[in-house]
């Protein structure tokens, strides 16, 4: 086991290489430096251009820069600066003064790190997934035990436009409905502690987890409910509550759990609409923002943190799958 | 009887042994076969029906749309739809302007038909390349194994790693004051992007097919005939693979739409044009982006694109699951 979760971690190396080159020479491909990027805003004089590429390195070889972003470099007075490997994602182009790592993981003062962007998104991502196991989980089970049956076909209706229909698309409806017309909900609420301001956004975002849970679940669960065990506990006369809660539920959620941390990935991923719609201060509301301003090294930091967790993700079903499932071996 | 060398696995070997057993049942294809199972299904014949009818608006949105989607009516900008008398910004709707108009009194239901262009034509375009370039290399990879195997295998790894949407955006970022991204306001790059990564999903689901089917005795059977090895792949291996290729191919398009509304409402995708020579005008993402800020004063800037988006999505994901069902009879209900 620990030999496997450790080969699993150290594909991680060769992810965050793949992923940072590619955005590096993406963004050096670019036209122009970092400076000219707002054509139509005031222009930073060349003098000024010339101090701050010295000062962010922007004037050494690009392999130097690549190296440098990665493992570091000695700066003018021959210090050493490290790189991504001790986890500094290096100075943001558009915020002066601040690093990408302080913007993204540094809460607000006297605040517990909940309060920071990542503290935000990932709690929207946790909020959106707890409503999209509530809600997703009896959905597809109970349109299993009713297969064929109105409700059966309601569910299936709901499920297919929660999988198809992307979720801000969903927003604006949602928005529209619940805000404008109904006047029930504030878009952009002034605060984010009341947990009632968090229902919609959350609900939107895990619209389509919820939704391909459910699926999942019904799918899993009438799969199960043919198998022979199924039969065999009914027939030494165990009470349907008790074959449908311990034989046929306990056995057919194994493939659900698995899909649960690509789910919370894509959640935390996949809110960048979601966030900026409702104005929330979560880490998709900055990468936003940083597409904007065409704030390079934000840009950077941002997607090596998404790809992380995406991979992360991945690594933990593996895990989970063989901790569920004594038949599956690890090789 | 005429002796045909019949296809194995396909429903070809059961036609026969009905005709040889003088039942009065004409042999029928498989594609047949999956094609009347396919109209059967209700819900993937009002899909088909719905991509056919927004492929002709596409096409024909010159014709059809009742206001040239650029001309700029002043002082008729915000108007709501016919069937509000008077909107929520106190102006009375125009009946010449059936959804109402834009902040710049563009005609909106103008600008949603050709905004199907370009939905259209994300969903069709790239997927035809990336099918041919994944179809390709998954056959020689799968066939041949080896080195190319090798690399293709790696390659998924690394493109699985990279979210998917993460990388369309950084392309767009970093690439749009290019000439290439220039090019047909915007969406050449957006193809290639698509391209770049899509072709991965394409090629492992070939390649897989492949390894299994080259074991099969009728490829045998064909080796010993002598036939050559483009030909055992192209026309023994290439058409029993088709179904899981077809069925991908339903579900990427909604997929590559989706991408596309994405990009533009983050203002990344096809560059909303002024010039009425060009075909691709505006973008369902585009107006939604434009639409978002007028969300209370005319929110049918953003309803019209947003129900296009949702039905064309819709349609393409009832084909798709009707697809698979008519084609892999064996998975009918248990998704």
């Known amino acids: 086991m620990g030999k496997f979760l450790l080969r699993r971690m150290l594909w991680l190396i060769p992810v965050i290489l793949v992923v940072s080159t590619i955005t590096f020479v993406l963004m050096h491909a670019a036209p122009g430096g970092p400076w000219d990027r707002d054509l139509s805003a005031r222009q930073v004089d060349p003098a000024t ?9 922007l004037d050494k070889p690009l392999w130097r820069q690549f190296t440098a972003y990665l493992v570091g470099d000695v700066d003018s007075e021959g210090k050493f600066d490290c790189g991504l490997i001790c986890g500094d994602l290096g100075p943001s182009y558009r915020q002066r003064g601040l690093t990408i790592q302080q913007i993204l ?41 009713k297969q064929n049956t109105m409700v059966d076909y309601v569910s299936l209706f709901i499920v297919t436009i929660g999988i198809s229909v992307p979720n801000f698309v969903m927003a604006i409806f949602l928005i529209i409905i619940f805000a404008s017309t109904l006047h029930m909900v504030s878009i952009v609420p002034r605060s984010w502690d009341e947990i009632s301001v968090w229902v919609l956004p959350a609900v939107i975002l895990g619209f389509g987890t919820m939704a391909r849970t459910a699926r999942l679940t019904r799918a899993s669960m009438l799969e199960t409910m043919r198998q022979d065990y199924i039969r065999t506990a009914r027939s ?25 941390g690509p789910a919370l990935a894509g959640l935390v991923t996949g809110s ?21 301003q065409r704030d390079y090294s934000m840009i950077m930091g941002t997607t090596l943190i998404y790809a992380v967790l995406v991979a992360l993700a991945n690594v933990s079903v593996d895990v989970v799958y063989v901790f569920l499932d004594p038949r599956i071996r690890l090789d | 009887m005429t ?44 899909g088909m029906v719905v991509i056919v009818a927004f492929t002709l608006l596409a096409l024909f949105a010159s014709v059809l749309a009742p206001h040239n989607p650029l ?73 041949r194994g080896g080195r190319i195997d090798n690399l293709l295998m790696r390659l998924t790894d690394v493109f699985y790693a990279f979210p998917d949407l993460l990388f369309f955006i950084i392309v767009m ?75 991908l191919t339903a579900i990427s398009i909604p997929g590559y739409i989706i991408t596309e509304a994405i990009l533009g409402y983050l203002g990344l995708g096809l560059i909303p ?62 998704q």
């Not at chain 1, 960048?272 to 904007?292: D, H, K, L, N, S």
């Not at chain 2, 994300?122 to 290399?137: A, K, M, R, S, Y």
């Not at chain 2, 991965?200 to 045998?220: D, H, N, P, W, Y």
């Open chain 2, 3 to 46: 002796i045909q060398v019949s296809h194995p696995s396909t429903g070809q070997t059961q036609a026969h042994i009905a005709d040889l057993t003088n039942m009065s049942v004409k042999p029928r294809s498989l594609w047949m076969d999956a094609w009347s199972r396919l109209i059967k299904n209700r819900a993937s014949v009002v």
């Open chain 1, 236 to 260: 030494k006369g165990l009470s349907e509550r008790v074959v449908i809660i311990r034989h046929m539920i306990k056995n057919s959620l194994i493939p659900v759990v698995t899909i649960l």
């Open chain 1, 105 to 145: 993981f540094m809460p607000p003062e006297e605040k517990s790190v909940i309060y920071s962007r990542f503290g935000y998104s990932m709690r929207l991502g946790i909020y959106s997934l707890l409503f999209a196991i509530i809600i997703g989980i009896p959905a597809g089970v109970i349109s299993a035990l």
């Open chain 2, 273 to 334: 044009s002024t010039n009425p020579n060009d075909f691709f005008i505006t973008s369902w993402g585009a107006s939604m982006l434009e639409g978002q800020t007028a969300i209370n004063a005319q929110p049918w800037l953003l309803l019209a694109p947003a129900i296009a988006v949702s039905l064309v999505v819709l349609a393409f994901t009832f084909l798709g699951d009707g697809l698979r069902d008519a084609l892999d009879p064996r998975l009918q209900g248990t």
């Open chain 2, 173 to 247: 970022v970093t690439l749009r004051q290019t000439y290439i991204g220039q090019l047909l306001n915007g969406l050449f790059l957006l193809f290639s992007a698509l391209a770049v990564v899509g072709w991965v999903s394409f090629a492992r689901i070939v390649r897989g097919q492949t390894l299994s089917l080259k074991e099969k005795e009728f490829i045998e059977a064909a080796r010993c005939m002598g036939a050559t090895d483009t030909r055992i792949m192209y026309r023994h291996i290439l058409p029993n693979a088709l179904s899981p290729v077809i069925i």
């Open chain 2, 71 to 143: 001309q700029i009516n002043d002082g008729k900008g915000f108007l709501p739809p016919t069937w509000i008398e008077v909107g929520s910004n106190g102006k009375a709707s125009d009946p010449a302007f059936f959804f109402g108009t834009d902040t710049l009194g563009r005609d909106v239901l103008s600008r949603t038909l050709y905004g199907a262009r370009v939905s259209m034509t994300v969903g069709f375009l790239p997927t035809f390349i990336v099918i041919i370039i994944g179809t390709i290399v998954g056959l020689f990879a799968g066939y």
């Open chain 1, 272 to 292: 960048f609409i979601i966030e900026t719609m409702f104005g929330f201060p979560g880490m998709g509301r900055a990468y936003v923002t940083a597409i904007g």
């Open chain 1, 49 to 57: 251009q010339k101090m701050l590429n010295t000062y962010y390195g």
